[in-house]
């Protein structure tokens, strides 16, 4: 069964961005200068505290990344039961 974890996803997307970011030669003042963010804010990202999708789209943007490559495999929860869990509830 397919499934997410939004705590995994904002870890694993924060360090990505920071990475992106350091790579791409920007500082955290420059994305502040230059793109519009709010220093909180994109530290809070860093740090793996959430994103909303609105500034999920502006970070694609701002590296020129597609958002599906931006997010791909990020807080994907591997699970060994693929199996419909049944609630206890349901009759059989």
Do not use: C, N, W
């Not at 790579?23 to 994109?42: D, N």
């Amino acid at each position: 069964m397919l499934r997410y974890d939004y705590k995994e996803f904002s870890a694993a997307f924060g360090k990505k961005v920071k990475e992106l970011r350091k790579a791409r030669g920007l500082t955290l003042r420059a994305m502040i200068v230059e793109h519009g963010f709010h220093l909180t804010q994109f530290q809070r990202i860093e740090k793996g505290e959430g994103v909303s999708v609105p500034t999920l789209l502006r970070i694609a943007e701002v590296f020129q990344m597609p958002l599906e490559k931006l997010v791909a495999g990020l807080g994907l929860v591997e699970d060994s039961d693929s199996r419909p869990k049944i609630s206890k509830g349901a009759k059989k």
